[in-house]
């Protein structure tokens, strides 16, 4: 079982849409949370980042941690075309610090 | 103003061939790391250096070697090339163990 769960789709939604994702996670050292979004042919590039159980705002872009049901989510809103892309969460481990990423959700907005 | 750049864009090889991944990153940054992208768009972590020692060595095998000729640079080499060795290769940098800046990518072709 991977330390990151992630469903990799793929979404599709019309233009104006609530994207909704989400991954769980198994390692109680994970402390920090982190979602990517990946265009196609390009590199990941950091959206948000959290530290704590709660929401993040951010824009249209909001994240929230639930560290007691080790689950994360990222919540897109008035979605738009310019939203399709490829979404990576990410988790990194107080005890060593490297990036575990889960499997990428694909999300195509629809005009 | 690239931040970080990797050569070569696409690289199509033969079973067996010996091949290198160059990376250069100008954002002064002292750690720098090496991902594998799958067909499936899992991303794993194989390496990383901070000021040109390596620090992360996941369970990769001993045909993949990075070398660190400068804080700036971080290259892979791999040896005696397989099918499964086809993938996307990120080069990845960061000053704080939590946002990376990743490259464009390389994609590795092994026929």
């Known amino acids: 079982q991977k330390e990151v769960e992630q469903d990799p789709g793929p979404l599709s939604v019309p233009e104006g849409a609530i994207v909704s994702l989400n991954c769980t996670y198994s390692?109680?050292?994970?402390?920090?949370f982190m979602w990517y979004r990946q265009y196609s042919r390009k590199g990941p590039e950091l959206l948000m980042y959290?530290?704590?159980?709660g929401n993040k705002e951010d824009g249209r872009f909001t994240a929230q941690v639930d560290k007691s049901s080790k689950y994360i989510s990222l919540f897109i809103r008035d979605s738009q075309p310019s939203d399709s892309a490829t979404y990576l969460c990410?988790?990194?481990?107080?005890?060593?610090?490297?990036?575990?990423f889960g499997a990428g959700t694909t999300v195509t907005v629809r005009a | 103003d690239t931040a970080v750049s990797q050569t070569p864009k696409y690289l199509v090889t033969q079973m067996g061939n010996d091949k290198s991944i160059k990376c250069e990153q100008n954002?002064?940054?002292?750690?720098m790391y090496w991902y594998k992208q799958d067909s499936k768009k899992f991303l794993k972590i194989m390496f990383s250096?901070?000021?040109?020692?390596?620090?992360i060595n996941e369970t990769v095998p001993n045909r993949f070697s990075p070398k660190s000729p400068d804080k700036a640079h971080l290259n892979l080499h791999i040896n005696s090339l397989e099918l499964g060795d086809s993938a996307v290769y990120f080069c990845?940098?960061?000053?704080?163990?939590?946002?990376?800046?990743f490259g464009p990518g390389t994609r590795l072709t092994v026929l």
């Open positions: 959290t530290y704590s159980s």
């Open positions: 954002l002064g940054h002292d750690t």
């Open positions: 250096y901070n000021n040109k020692e390596l620090i």
């Open positions: 990410a988790m990194i481990s107080s005890n060593d610090y490297k990036l575990s």
């Open positions: 990845a940098s960061s000053q704080t163990w939590d946002e990376q800046f």
């Open positions: 390692n109680s050292a994970f402390q920090y």
